[in-house]
């Protein structure tokens, strides 16, 4: 057996040692502080200096070893995790040893003045106070350089994952000094990639420092590392996601660690050190919304949000919440999910008195109770059925809470004197090739007739907004979530057309977006997103592949399995027809549609109900294509209405 063989098996148990306890290092102080006495005593008499205190000796070093007794208690240096001692660590002992110093020395100074006799030395006190700083400070480095030989040790080599830092600022240094000191130790750091070095000549903690004379995946593979840490907070977008699919190609993976406050928290930075995430390669520049004129509106007031426990609903609470509402009303039907968020939004840092009710936005009677009890000043509607597959078969329930649902939230903010109503409605209501599209086309022009018809009244009562975007990334039932369990599951991963497209955009840009659009709308607007580049579905499905670090046809396949009904190969975000304004976010556009006249639209949506009540469903859906002419479907039985 080899002596490395032999260190790992006798000190495998090392793995689960955290720290020395406190009362063990407080202990081994105070024995150091007695050696350090005893040291100077033996060392001052073998050189021949003869001193007689004023009282005996055993009293002077007891006065010595009670005044570090007492600055270790006051100061806490027995507190800190000896195998992470720090230059921060050290000043600390030398401030309390020089604390010490300067309270031995007046007392001697004082004791000489008063009685004509010295307590010892003050070569003496400088002595023993250096020689216990020093033996202090060697105990704590010597414990971090056991702790981490035996810690080396007794890990399998070929566990670690070998890993490079992008970066060698102070951010890159204090990742490489957190996973090393890890525990247990997950990463073995082979070296750090420095984008501004003209050479490689450079070491940091005892490892090669490689300028960026070549691709990363290049250098990451030359030091024989699997992997990629990215530490330099100033790559932009777009350099980061060159780096990232560059090393996807090498099958390296990439860890991203977030924007910390706290670098030198060592447990901390190890354990936000994350994989990158598919929402880390959108090909998006990020939001900045205007906060001020968002916190005017909403702080203070009574805000309500349906649909509160679904994906885009539950990051509007969320943000809204951090604007401090006077109340914040959380509707939904779905009652686990609204419990779920209610337990969670209590725990954030807002003074809003959060209220969730379980209700439906299909039920008028229930709505109003809710609008009489708290009067919401201004309303996020997010509660909609989204599937198209599902709403394909089952028109009327698209019609009930789709069309019927957002009905009902606008009368009721009307007649109950809301500030704002805010939609949220989404891209397959453009051109609509399905009954989910179609039925959201429809609660737009409500809520637009809605607000012109005030206009022409004069009536300021309430202002109308929608806000239409695409696919959000990790939403409930979208490909995301979708696509990571059936990777988990080892696949294959069901794409509907190779060719198909989708606008991408993560939960809080979304609703971001959505709280800066409610705020700057004057009524009767809708309000269209940037979305950034379309995504190829099949591109996005072999990057997450890469990403959970397998190998796309081979480890995990992609079954292509024909579109679904009603299903677009691509989305659009404006009517055929319809242009667009500028706002003064370069990230939101106002859609110019053709507005319907109020009464139309009320009386249609009155002839929906009726033949959705009936289950009338080709009916239905034949009204549906009266009111929104350009509903075309695509791959659906109802095309032969067309």
Not at 90 to 105: G, M, P, R, T
Not at 602 to 611: A, G, H, R
Request: hydrophobic share 40%; proline share 4%.
């Amino acid at each position: 057996m080899t002596l490395s063989k032999k260190i790992q098996r006798n000190f495998s148990h090392l793995k689960t040692i955290q720290y020395l306890p406190r009362w063990t290092i407080f202990s081994i102080d105070i024995s150091i502080v007695i050696l350090s006495v005893i040291t100077t005593h033996f060392i001052l008499s073998g050189v021949g200096i003869q001193f007689k205190p004023i009282i005996q000796t055993p009293y002077v070093f007891i006065l010595f070893i009670v005044i570090h007794l007492l600055f270790f208690l006051r100061f806490r240096t027995y507190t800190g995790i000896v195998r992470h001692t720090t230059l921060n660590d050290a000043a600390k002992l030398f401030f309390v040893e020089s604390l010490c110093f300067i309270i031995l020395y007046i007392t001697n100074t004082a004791v000489d003045l008063i009685f004509d006799g010295r307590l010892f030395l003050n070569t003496q006190l400088l002595m023993s106070i250096s020689i216990t700083y020093g033996l202090l400070l060697v105990f704590r480095l010597a414990v971090k350089v056991c702790f981490d030989f035996f810690s080396e040790y007794s890990h399998d080599h070929q566990q670690y994952i070998k890993t490079v830092i992008y970066g060698s600022d102070d951010r890159a240094i204090a990742v490489a000094n957190a996973i090393i000191s890890e525990i247990p130790k997950k990463y073995k750091l082979e070296g750090f990639i420095n984008p501004h070095a003209k050479n490689s000549n450079n070491r940091i903690l005892n490892v090669p420092v490689l300028a960026k004379i070549r691709k990363v995946s290049v250098l990451v593979r030359t030091l024989g590392a699997k992997t990629l840490i990215i530490a330099d907070e100033n790559l932009t977008k777009d350099e980061k996601i060159e780096i990232i699919e560059d090393c996807l190609n090498y099958n390296i993976k990439v860890y991203n660690l977030p924007r910390l406050t706290d670098i030198n928290d060592q447990k901390k930075v190890a354990s936000n050190i994350r994989k990158i995430k598919i929402e880390d390669l959108l090909e998006r520049k990020p939001i900045v919304i205007n906060n001020n004129e968002i916190s005017d509106q909403i702080k203070d007031k009574v805000v309500l949000v349906s649909g509160a426990a679904g994906s885009i609903g539950s990051e509007i609470v969320w943000q809204v919440a951090a604007f401090n509402p006077k109340k914040l009303i959380l509707l939904d039907q779905a009652e686990t999910p609204l419990h779920h968020i209610s337990l969670e939004i209590s725990k954030c840092n807002t003074t809003a008195e959060i209220i969730c009710i379980i209700a439906d936005v299909r039920n008028y009677d229930s709505l109003e109770r809710v609008f009489n009890d708290y009067k919401p000043n201004i309303v996020y509607h997010a509660a909609a059925y989204k599937h198209v597959p599902l709403m394909e078969m089952n028109p009327q329930q698209a019609i009930f809470t789709n069309v019927l649902g957002s009905k009902y939230m606008a009368d009721l903010s009307l007649k109950y004197k809301a500030e704002r109503f805010v939609m949220v409605s989404t891209d397959k209501a453009v051109n609509p090739s399905n009954v989910m599209g179609a039925s959201k086309r429809i609660a737009e022009k409500y809520v637009q007739s809605l607000a012109q018809k005030l206009k022409k009244e004069n009536n300021q009562t309430t202002k109308y907004i929608t806000t239409r975007f695409g696919n959000v990334l990790g939403s409930n039932g979208s490909v995301v979530p979708l696509f990571t369990k059936q990777i988990e599951n080892g696949g294959p991963i069901t794409i509907t057309h190779p060719d198909i497209i989708r606008y991408f955009m993560t939960i809080p840009e979304a609703c971001q977006l959505v709280l800066e659009a409610g705020s700057m709308g004057n009524g009767g607007e809708i309000y269209i997103f940037d979305m950034g580049k379309p995504v190829k579905i099949i591109d996005l499905a072999t990057k997450m592949i890469k990403l959970a670090g397998l190998e796309p046809k081979q480890d995990i396949e992609i079954k292509i399995v024909g579109l679904r009904p009603g299903e677009k190969l691509y989305e659009e975000l404006l009517n055929d027809g319809s242009t667009t304004l500028p706002t003064h976010h370069e990230k939101i556009m106002i859609a110019q549609d053709v507005q319907e006249d109020h009464e139309f639209i009320s009386n249609q949506i009155d002839e929906l109900k009726s033949l959705s009540s009936a289950y009338l469903v080709i009916d239905t859906v034949a009204t549906m294509k009266k009111i929104v002419p350009e509903f075309k479907s695509l791959n659906s039985t109802f095309e032969k209405l067309d």
